[in-house]
């Protein structure tokens, strides 16, 4: 039940994070970038892959924090109650 949690948490957040680079640099030149003032030495991809990673983490705490707070539900065979996916 562990890993199928992690692929519910993981997987959409991948495919949303997938769709948000895309618009974020559409709008934004990785060029035009600066951090602290100054112009990072990483390549356009490097950038790229960065900022898709940390849109992933950020959908993915999203995902993890929904699931967190599903409600249990009563087994309909048993007297025992789910707690949700965690």
Not at 31 to 43: R, V, W, Y
């Amino acid at each position: 039940m562990k890993f199928r949690l992690l692929i519910w948490i993981l997987w959409p957040s991948f495919l949303v994070a997938g769709m948000a680079e895309g618009l974020l640099f559409t709008v934004i030149n990785p060029q035009d970038l600066l951090f602290f003032g100054h112009h990072p030495e990483i390549s356009d991809e490097g950038i790229y892959t960065i900022g898709f990673f940390v849109i992933w983490i950020f959908c993915a705490a999203s995902s993890a924090l929904t699931a967190y707070i599903l409600p249990g539900i009563e087994a309909p065979d048993s007297n025992e109650i789910d707690r949700g996916l965690i």
